[in-house]
Protein backbone atom coordinates (compact mmCIF):
# COMPACT_ATOMS: atom_id res chain seq x y z
CA UNK A 1 0.00 0.00 0.00
CA UNK A 2 1.67 3.58 -0.78
CA UNK A 3 -0.66 5.61 0.48
CA UNK A 4 -2.56 6.58 -2.19
CA UNK A 5 -5.95 7.82 -2.05
CA UNK A 6 -8.67 8.87 -5.08
CA UNK A 7 -11.73 10.88 -4.71
CA UNK A 8 -14.12 10.43 -5.97
CA UNK A 9 -14.55 6.60 -6.61
CA UNK A 10 -17.38 7.06 -8.89
CA UNK A 11 -18.54 10.01 -10.79
CA UNK A 12 -21.53 10.89 -13.35
CA UNK A 13 -21.59 13.60 -15.24
CA UNK A 14 -22.83 15.44 -18.15
CA UNK A 15 -21.40 16.86 -20.85
CA UNK A 16 -19.67 19.85 -21.01
CA UNK A 17 -19.48 20.14 -17.56
CA UNK A 18 -16.07 20.60 -15.48
CA UNK A 19 -14.88 18.10 -13.65
CA UNK A 20 -11.90 17.68 -10.85
CA UNK A 21 -10.26 14.53 -9.79
CA UNK A 22 -8.26 14.32 -6.81
CA UNK A 23 -5.11 11.82 -6.10
CA UNK A 24 -3.99 12.33 -2.12
CA UNK A 25 -0.67 10.90 -1.24
CA UNK A 26 0.83 10.08 2.47
CA UNK A 27 4.31 9.64 1.58
CA UNK A 28 5.90 12.86 0.41
CA UNK A 29 6.80 11.28 -2.88
CA UNK A 30 7.99 13.97 -5.68
CA UNK A 31 6.72 12.00 -8.76
CA UNK A 32 2.95 11.48 -9.31
CA UNK A 33 0.64 10.83 -12.49
CA UNK A 34 -2.61 10.17 -13.70
CA UNK A 35 -3.78 7.90 -16.33
CA UNK A 36 -6.59 6.76 -17.80
CA UNK A 37 -7.65 3.13 -18.71
CA UNK A 38 -9.29 2.14 -21.88
CA UNK A 39 -10.55 -1.36 -23.20
CA UNK A 40 -8.07 -2.06 -25.82
CA UNK A 41 -5.61 0.68 -24.88
CA UNK A 42 -4.06 -0.42 -21.78
CA UNK A 43 -2.67 2.17 -19.48
CA UNK A 44 -2.57 5.91 -20.76
CA UNK A 45 -0.50 9.27 -19.32
CA UNK A 46 -2.39 12.20 -19.30
CA UNK A 47 0.00 14.75 -17.11
CA UNK A 48 2.68 14.29 -14.53
CA UNK A 49 3.91 16.03 -11.92
CA UNK A 50 7.45 16.33 -10.76
CA UNK A 51 7.40 18.77 -8.39
CA UNK A 52 4.83 21.15 -6.58
CA UNK A 53 3.81 23.24 -9.55
CA UNK A 54 5.93 21.41 -12.03
CA UNK A 55 3.96 19.25 -14.23
CA UNK A 56 3.85 18.39 -17.72
CA UNK A 57 2.00 16.91 -20.51
CA UNK A 58 1.59 12.85 -21.44
CA UNK A 59 0.44 11.30 -24.57
CA UNK A 60 -3.47 12.26 -24.37
CA UNK A 61 -3.30 15.17 -22.86
CA UNK A 62 -6.12 17.65 -24.42
CA UNK A 63 -9.10 18.19 -22.81
CA UNK A 64 -7.22 18.02 -19.57
CA UNK A 65 -5.22 20.53 -17.02
CA UNK A 66 -3.54 19.20 -13.75
CA UNK A 67 -3.04 21.29 -10.65
CA UNK A 68 0.06 20.38 -7.73
CA UNK A 69 -0.03 22.96 -5.27
CA UNK A 70 1.21 20.74 -2.22
CA UNK A 71 3.37 17.88 -2.44
CA UNK A 72 0.10 15.40 -1.26
CA UNK A 73 -2.50 16.41 -4.03
CA UNK A 74 -2.58 15.76 -7.19
CA UNK A 75 -5.54 17.64 -9.18
CA UNK A 76 -6.71 16.30 -12.68
CA UNK A 77 -9.48 18.56 -14.22
CA UNK A 78 -11.22 17.72 -17.28
CA UNK A 79 -12.03 21.32 -18.24
CA UNK A 80 -15.73 20.41 -20.52
CA UNK A 81 -16.26 17.15 -20.21
CA UNK A 82 -17.19 15.11 -23.26
CA UNK A 83 -18.24 11.35 -23.98
CA UNK A 84 -14.68 10.29 -25.50
CA UNK A 85 -13.48 11.19 -21.42
CA UNK A 86 -15.83 8.67 -20.01
CA UNK A 87 -13.16 6.10 -18.62
CA UNK A 88 -11.22 4.95 -15.19
CA UNK A 89 -8.84 6.87 -13.83
CA UNK A 90 -5.62 6.00 -12.22
CA UNK A 91 -3.30 8.06 -9.92
CA UNK A 92 0.35 6.87 -9.72
CA UNK A 93 3.28 7.71 -7.59
CA UNK A 94 6.81 6.80 -8.27
CA UNK A 95 9.34 5.36 -6.12
CA UNK A 96 13.07 5.39 -6.51
CA UNK A 97 15.39 2.09 -5.95
CA UNK A 98 18.82 1.77 -5.68
CA UNK A 99 18.85 0.62 -9.67
CA UNK A 100 15.56 2.17 -11.08
CA UNK A 101 12.70 3.18 -10.15
CA UNK A 102 8.54 1.47 -10.03
CA UNK A 103 5.09 2.99 -9.58
CA UNK A 104 2.47 2.60 -7.57
CA UNK A 105 -0.90 2.65 -8.40
CA UNK A 106 -4.17 4.24 -6.77
CA UNK A 107 -7.49 2.42 -6.57
CA UNK A 108 -8.90 4.17 -9.36
CA UNK A 109 -12.01 7.23 -10.18
CA UNK A 110 -14.92 5.74 -12.99
CA UNK A 111 -15.87 8.37 -14.48
CA UNK A 112 -19.07 8.64 -16.98
CA UNK A 113 -19.82 11.18 -18.91
CA UNK A 114 -23.38 11.38 -20.18
CA UNK B 1 8.50 6.53 -29.55
CA UNK B 2 8.72 3.53 -26.85
CA UNK B 3 6.16 0.80 -27.63
CA UNK B 4 5.71 -2.62 -25.66
CA UNK B 5 3.86 -5.09 -27.43
CA UNK B 6 2.26 -7.67 -24.42
CA UNK B 7 0.73 -11.10 -25.94
CA UNK B 8 -1.44 -12.91 -26.15
CA UNK B 9 -4.17 -10.17 -25.49
CA UNK B 10 -6.61 -13.01 -24.08
CA UNK B 11 -5.77 -16.21 -22.02
CA UNK B 12 -8.42 -18.45 -21.30
CA UNK B 13 -7.47 -21.67 -20.45
CA UNK B 14 -8.06 -24.91 -17.38
CA UNK B 15 -7.06 -24.70 -13.84
CA UNK B 16 -3.85 -26.80 -14.06
CA UNK B 17 -2.59 -25.51 -16.98
CA UNK B 18 0.76 -23.63 -17.63
CA UNK B 19 1.02 -20.32 -19.84
CA UNK B 20 3.38 -17.92 -20.69
CA UNK B 21 2.57 -14.07 -21.37
CA UNK B 22 5.19 -11.95 -23.75
CA UNK B 23 6.58 -8.74 -23.62
CA UNK B 24 8.60 -7.42 -26.83
CA UNK B 25 9.91 -4.14 -27.60
CA UNK B 26 12.56 -2.90 -30.13
CA UNK B 27 13.54 -0.46 -27.50
CA UNK B 28 15.98 -1.33 -24.40
CA UNK B 29 14.60 -0.62 -20.86
CA UNK B 30 16.61 -0.05 -17.77
CA UNK B 31 13.52 -2.37 -16.08
CA UNK B 32 10.51 -3.86 -16.64
CA UNK B 33 7.86 -4.19 -14.14
CA UNK B 34 4.59 -6.78 -13.80
CA UNK B 35 1.38 -5.93 -12.55
CA UNK B 36 -2.01 -7.41 -11.77
CA UNK B 37 -4.69 -6.18 -11.96
CA UNK B 38 -8.52 -7.16 -10.63
CA UNK B 39 -11.72 -5.35 -11.64
CA UNK B 40 -12.23 -2.52 -10.02
CA UNK B 41 -8.85 -2.26 -8.37
CA UNK B 42 -5.75 0.01 -9.58
CA UNK B 43 -2.42 -2.37 -10.94
CA UNK B 44 -0.60 -4.11 -8.36
CA UNK B 45 3.44 -4.42 -8.46
CA UNK B 46 4.01 -8.09 -8.70
CA UNK B 47 7.80 -7.53 -9.50
CA UNK B 48 10.44 -5.35 -11.30
CA UNK B 49 13.41 -7.19 -13.26
CA UNK B 50 16.41 -5.19 -13.73
CA UNK B 51 19.79 -7.17 -15.58
CA UNK B 52 19.16 -8.55 -18.83
CA UNK B 53 19.24 -11.87 -18.24
CA UNK B 54 17.39 -12.09 -14.51
CA UNK B 55 14.50 -14.74 -13.75
CA UNK B 56 12.82 -13.79 -10.29
CA UNK B 57 10.23 -16.33 -9.03
CA UNK B 58 7.13 -15.36 -7.14
CA UNK B 59 5.72 -19.30 -6.02
CA UNK B 60 4.36 -20.23 -9.47
CA UNK B 61 5.22 -17.66 -11.42
CA UNK B 62 8.50 -16.67 -12.91
CA UNK B 63 9.48 -13.53 -14.70
CA UNK B 64 12.28 -13.25 -16.94
CA UNK B 65 14.12 -10.29 -18.43
CA UNK B 66 15.74 -10.62 -22.04
CA UNK B 67 19.52 -10.40 -22.16
CA UNK B 68 18.94 -7.81 -24.20
CA UNK B 69 16.53 -5.91 -21.93
CA UNK B 70 14.13 -5.76 -24.86
CA UNK B 71 11.58 -8.43 -23.69
CA UNK B 72 10.26 -9.77 -20.82
CA UNK B 73 7.74 -13.18 -20.12
CA UNK B 74 5.94 -14.26 -17.73
CA UNK B 75 5.44 -17.74 -16.50
CA UNK B 76 2.55 -19.45 -14.80
CA UNK B 77 2.70 -22.88 -13.76
CA UNK B 78 -0.26 -25.09 -12.67
CA UNK B 79 -2.70 -21.89 -12.88
CA UNK B 80 -5.18 -21.86 -10.53
CA UNK B 81 -8.78 -19.37 -10.68
CA UNK B 82 -7.12 -16.61 -8.29
CA UNK B 83 -5.15 -16.08 -11.24
CA UNK B 84 -7.39 -14.54 -12.96
CA UNK B 85 -6.66 -10.57 -13.65
CA UNK B 86 -5.63 -8.40 -16.16
CA UNK B 87 -1.78 -8.67 -16.04
CA UNK B 88 0.27 -5.87 -17.33
CA UNK B 89 3.89 -5.09 -18.42
CA UNK B 90 5.61 -1.70 -18.15
CA UNK B 91 8.56 -0.44 -19.63
CA UNK B 92 11.10 1.82 -17.62
CA UNK B 93 12.69 3.89 -19.78
CA UNK B 94 16.74 4.41 -19.99
CA UNK B 95 16.99 7.93 -20.53
CA UNK B 96 17.71 10.31 -17.55
CA UNK B 97 15.31 12.64 -18.47
CA UNK B 98 12.60 10.09 -18.09
CA UNK B 99 10.74 11.63 -15.26
CA UNK B 100 10.10 8.06 -14.45
CA UNK B 101 7.79 7.30 -17.02
CA UNK B 102 7.14 4.25 -17.89
CA UNK B 103 5.76 2.42 -20.74
CA UNK B 104 2.57 -0.25 -20.70
CA UNK B 105 2.09 -3.04 -22.65
CA UNK B 106 -1.50 -3.52 -24.07
CA UNK B 107 -2.63 -6.28 -21.14
CA UNK B 108 -3.29 -9.69 -21.09
CA UNK B 109 -6.59 -10.96 -20.00
CA UNK B 110 -6.01 -14.40 -18.16
CA UNK B 111 -9.16 -16.37 -17.37
CA UNK B 112 -8.32 -19.17 -15.21
CA UNK B 113 -11.58 -21.92 -15.53
CA UNK B 114 -12.33 -24.26 -12.97
Known amino acids: DAGITQSPRHKVTETGTPVTLRCHQT?????MYWYRQDPGHGLRLIHY???????DKGEVSDGYSVSRSKTEDFLLTLESATSSQTSVYFC?????????????FGPGTRLTVT | TQLLEQSPQFLSIQEGENLTVYCNSS?????LQWYRQEPGEGPVLLVT?????EVKKLKRLTFQFGDARKDSSLHITAAQPGDTGLYLC??????????????FGQGTILTVHP
Open chain 1, 92 to 104: AIRTQGTLTYEQY
Open chain 1, 27 to 31: ENHRY
Open chain 1, 49 to 55: SYGVKDT
Open chain 2, 27 to 31: SVFSS
Open chain 2, 49 to 53: VVTGG
Open chain 2, 90 to 103: AGANAGGTSYGKLT
